[in-house]
Each structure stands twice: as C-alpha cells, then as structure tokens.
C-alpha cells in the first residue's frame, strides 16, 4: 500500500475524482443496459461490487492513492451527512405504515436478526479459533465487524460511520467490505431464486398474499402523485437541504465533542466512548434531521430526485472506499467469511421463524432482508423480481433502514465489543 502511494501515476485529486466519477458512471450506464452480455454480466457481478473493486484495483496498481487522496475525507465528512439527509427526507411513515403489519415486522425482525447475529457469530467462532475474532487496537475484528452490521442493516452510509465511530483500520475495514459484499450477494442471489417459486414457498409458510395486489396499486399511485420534471430551482433546493443539514450537523458536532471529552473516563467505564467521536454526533445529527425534514413539507422535493442526489453522493463515498481498499487482505483472513457466513445464517434463521409465525408472505421476507442487508442498492432489485410495480417497496424499506442503520449498527457493535474475546 505504502509504495503504491508513493509511484502513483494520478495524484491530483482533481483528476483522481474525475476517474472515480468517470468508473461510477461507466458501471452504472452498462448496468442499464439490456443487452444479454451486459444482463448476465451483472448477473453475476453485482455493479456495488465493482463500486468497490475497480478504484480497489487502481490504487493496487498505482494509478491512484488512497493513502495520498483526500477525497475519502471530504466524501466521508461532507457527502456522507448530506447523503443521509437526503435520503432520510424521503422517509415517508404513513406510506410504510399503509404496507401493512406484516412488511415492517419482517424488516425490524432481518434487523433483530442482524443485531443478535453478530454476538452469535463471535461466540460461535470464538468456542473454535479464537484468534479469527481477536486482535488488538484498530485491528480487533469487533471493530470491522461493527462496519459490517452497519452495512446491513442501512447501507453503505452507515457502514462508513462505523467505520469512522469505531475506528477500524484500513486493512480490517478492506476484509471486512469483502465479507459483506461477497456474503450478502450470495444471500441475495438465493432471494432472487427464491422470488421465482415465491408461490410454492408461501403454500409452504401458509403466507397470506392477498394484501400484495393492492398494495401494487397504492404504491404506484403514491409515487405517481409525487413525482415531476425537475427544475434548476428544485436542485438547488436538494442541495441547500443536503449541505445544510450537514452545516447544522458539523456545528451541533463542534459543541457535543468537547463537551464529552470531558467526560472521557466516564464514557470508558461503561463503554460509550462512540460519544465522544465527533463523526458520531455528523452522523447522528444528520439522520435525525433529515427524519425531522420528512414531517415538514420539505418532503415533496423527493418528487424531484432527493433521494437520487443522496445516492449519487453514497456512491462517490463507495468509490473513495474503495480506492483505501487491500483487495488482498481476505486472503489473510479467511475465517471471517465463516463469521459473515454463520452472522447472516441467525439473520435468516430468525426472518424464516418469524414468517412462519406470522404467516407473511415470501414478498416482505425477502424485501425485509434486503431493506436490511442489502440497503437502497438492491432492495429495489429483489422487489422488482416479484413485479416491476413493487420496487418502490423496496425503496421505501431501504431508506428507512437508513434512519435505523447507525442506532441498530451502535447497538450490535456495543453487543460484540462485550462478547469478543
């Protein structure tokens, strides 16, 4: 890493987010294709993963610097915050709520799922080999693991604040991204299997489907109702709510941070250093006021691509990750792929219980999972596999997964630090 940094090619960051830009749009353009080549391609290999990898690959090879870039500050402290502003705005709780029972059930219980899988996996793996979930100082495993709950149960946002809250270093955090990436595809490709014989599994679980045909019509009229042509006006409106939710966040962040600081041995007794972090309070601060936005009728500019914006921000942050990523370093690790295995096994465990309890059908099994798992980014995509007219749900469930993202994340991270061995 350190001799890639000191003989990159590309070290004006100016160019370097040029061609960061330049790989997103690339990837996302032949994603929307549908050409049997581009279709199968991505098939196999989800486009988040090449978010990842290819500025991964770039910086292996030395065409550009994690280590030397500041882009992955500045996306971290000012995009990340706007993004989850933007994102929080388009929070819609009548709408969620209009789903009925069932669908936000399944979605808080993929997210118990979550939280208890983490512990579970670490005691389970410690019972055996011990030293896969050690380590010391920025390398303990708990810390890198903190980022994957955060993953799971938002997003790519909220993974990053963990990363930042908890400290994980760099190489941790790059075995880590892979666990949960290559994890969480493979889970999703059994969804997506699944959404094909949905009928035969909801005859299994006894699932009642009679809501989903409804629930079609009521989420295609609500979108109908809020979308428009966006103007020069309504982006500078997005950005003025993104950036100064963010404004707001970086002050409120200035004043709690010393503040807590004074308190340090305080925090240390009963483990809450977090709130000592200044990230942590952008981050918290961030997300309750892009909540707080939603109530208002700020809301009606997700009609005009609000959320669109926060994701186009995520990404830029995806990519800048990814530029400080050791695409090697699984290799030195591979018994965390057992713990995301064993992590993701309780978190299935508990949604199929639950299901059957219930009686829910297949639809909010699966899009409750990803909502968690898999976030904006492939919610949409798993809901879609049950009806082009259903993705919104699974928009819908993912965004609120990134206001519960950051506190569910907390939660797990505070459970594993205990049980780490």
Request: aromatic content about 12%; glycine content about 10%.
């Amino acid at each position: 890493m350190e001799e890639a940094s000191n003989t990159a090619v590309f070290t004006n960051d100016a160019v370097v987010l040029g061609i960061l830009i330049g790989i997103l749009a690339l990837i996302f353009y032949t994603a929307s294709q549908k050409s049997n080549f581009w279709v199968k391609f991505y098939k196999f290999i989800p486009a988040l993963l090449l978010c990842y990898f290819i500025p991964s690959i770039l910086n292996s090879a030395g065409l550009i610097s994690g280590e030397e870039s500041n882009l992955y500050f500045v996306a971290s402290r000012y995009l990340l915050p706007t993004s989850l502003v933007l994102l929080c705005l388009s929070i819609d709780l009548d709408g969620i709520l209009k789903l009925g029972p069932k669908a936000l059930i399944m979605f808080f219980a993929g997210t118990i799922g979550i939280i208890l899988g983490g512990p579970i996996a670490i005691l389970s793996v410690s019972a055996f080999a011990p030293e896969i979930v050690g380590g010391s100082g920025p390398d303990e495993v708990w810390r890198g693991l903190a980022t994957v709950a955060g993953s799971w149960i938002g997003g790519g946002a909220n993974q990053t604040a963990m990363k930042e809250i908890y400290q994980a270093s760099d190489e941790l955090f790059s075995a880590m991204i892979t666990v949960d990436v290559i994890v969480a595809n493979l889970w999703m490709a059994f969804l997506l299997i699944g959404a094909g014989m949905s009928e035969r599994i909801d005859n299994v679980f006894k699932g009642d489907t009679s809501a989903i045909s409804s629930l079609k019509q009521k989420v295609a009229d609500y979108h109908a109702s809020i979308a428009r042509n966006t103007s020069l006006t309504d982006i500078m409106i997005i950005c003025a709510i993104g950036f100064g939710g963010t404004a707001f966040s970086h002050v409120v962040a200035d004043i709690m941070t010393p503040i807590m600081e004074s308190k340090k041995e305080f925090l240390e007794t009963y483990r809450l250093t977090s709130l000592s972090s200044h990230f942590f309070w952008i981050v918290v601060v961030a997300t309750l006021m892009g909540l707080a936005f939603s109530f208002t009728k700020l809301k009606q500019y997700e009609g005009a691509g609000a959320s669109k914006f926060g994701s186009a921000f995520l990404y830029v942050l995806v990519a800048t990750i990814g530029m400080k990523m050791d695409i090697m370093a699984i290799f030195d690790n591979i018994g965390l792929f057992l713990v995301g295995i064993i992590w993701m096994l309780v978190h299935v465990i508990i949604l199929l219980g639950v299901a059957k309890l219930i009686k829910a059908p297949f639809f909010f099994v699966a899009v409750g999972s990803q909502a968690n798992v898999g976030g904006a980014a492939s919610a949409p995509i798993v809901a879609s596999a049950f009806s082009p007219s259903l993705a919104p749900v699974g928009v819908l469930l993912a965004v609120f997964g990134y206001a519960v993202g950051t506190f569910g994340a907390i939660f797990c991270a505070q459970l594993m630090q205990v049980v780490s061995p």
